[in-house]
């Protein structure tokens, strides 16, 4: 098993981790723990030494679960990885009163590597002014926390500020191929290197929808002659880069489990075929959008109800990847019968604002066909 040394903190991590928000569940929607625990257990026996789970995971079943199997081994032989769920934490007293119940149910003393759970601009400034942070590192010094750290969801310029605000232990962000201008991105990458704070990397395989492609993608990747998996590029060009020390998989089955471990107990970065290939890859993607839209919001409000920028987000998201599961739950419940396309009364009201004028009536006639259709079912 590929190894990573953080220097910064002298601890030696298995670059696979294994994420625990993507157990196999049984047809209740429960945790299919026989299964689940095999799974751990065959990862645990090749030596991944890192698990990730978070208050909320499985319906805050996920740390019960993971702490009930975790207790059969050596508490030196792995590093467990939870978070403070920011969203429940109204007052300081939270902070213990949270603490307190993730160790219980984790059955542990301590945790290794603790984060203020999907830190944005918004929460990171109630952490700072309710004094969360300052609790966080009294109890790092009790040896309750051994490595603080936070994970992020927001734009470059609040990570810059959150991860410049403090000499971090570790820090963890969301990067793929296709994301590398989202969010922290590799702007974000290039400042933990500055500011050599070691990175956990969760989305790898973007929620696994680098994973599976329709035939013309697929043809790129099997040009290179190689029985790897289509999954197994994207995490070898996440592990290729030398901060980063984790690379988190949420693994649904035994299969995947194997796959990954194939990747990682002989890992090879990516060679410049590979990444040339993958470069043709996103082109290819991209080229696949639809819309230009640029989520401006001009045109918003809508005065028939319509989530324009949301619309062209869907129907964009839709071409690129080929897949209606990637877009469903958006399309179905975020946007819902009120927001949909089909509301459009053609007033062109958003037109007359629209900062690359677009033709967005048109447009968006297109994007409920396309979606009514479910064309890509993949």
Not at 27 to 55: C, R, S
Not at 267 to 285: A, G, M, N, T, Y
């Amino acid at each position: 098993m590929e190894k990573r040394i953080m220097e910064k903190l002298g601890v030696e991590t298995s670059l696979l981790g294994f994420g625990c928000m993507r157990f196999p569940v049984t047809a209740e929607g429960k945790i299919d723990e026989p299964l689940a625990e095999q799974m751990m257990q065959k990862a645990m026996e090749a030596g991944v030494n890192y698990f990730d789970t978070a208050y909320p995971y499985h319906n805050q079943e996920s740390e019960t679960f993971v702490g009930r199997v975790l207790s059969k081994y050596d508490r030196n032989s792995f590093y467990l990885a939870t978070k403070l769920p920011c969203w429940k934490i109204e007052k300081l007293e939270d902070v213990d009163t949270v603490f307190q119940e993730q160790l219980e149910k984790l059955r542990t003393d301590y945790i290794d590597f603790y984060l203020i759970h999907a830190l944005n601009k918004e929460r990171f400034d109630l952490m700072v002014k309710i004094g969360v942070i300052q609790r966080l590192e009294e109890l790092k010094a009790e040896g309750k926390i051994r490595y603080l750290g936070f994970s992020f969801h927001d734009k470059y310029e609040v990570f810059k500020e959150i991860l410049c605000y403090r000499d971090w232990d570790f820090c963890q962000i969301q990067l793929n191929y296709m994301d590398v201008n989202e969010q922290a991105g590799m702007k974000g990458y290039y400042l933990t290197e500055e500011k050599k704070v070691p990175l956990v990397i969760m989305e790898p395989v973007k929620g696994g929808s680098l994973a599976t492609f329709a035939d013309d993608i697929k043809a790129k990747f099997h040009s290179l002659g190689s029985e790897r998996s289509i999954a197994s590029y994207a995490l070898r060009w996440v592990g290729s880069l030398p901060n980063v020390k984790v690379v988190l998989s949420g693994m649904s089955d035994m299969e995947q489990v194997e796959d990954n471990l194939r990747t990682f107990e002989a890992f090879q970065p990516l060679s410049e075929q590979e990444h040339k290939v993958i470069e043709e890859v996103v082109d290819l993607i991209h080229s696949r959008v639809k819309s230009g839209c640029t989520a401006c919001r001009y045109c918003m409000p809508c005065p028939a109800g319509v989530d324009i920028p949301g619309n062209f987000k869907v129907w964009n998201t839709y071409h690129m990847y080929q897949k209606y599961s990637m877009v469903r739950h958006h399309w179905e419940n975020g946007l819902g019968e009120e927001k949909q396309a089909k509301n459009c009364v053609k007033c062109g009201k958003c037109e007359a604002v629209c900062p690359q004028k677009l033709h967005i009536r048109e447009d968006l006639a297109r994007v409920q066909e396309d979606l009514d259709k479910k064309e890509f079912i993949l």
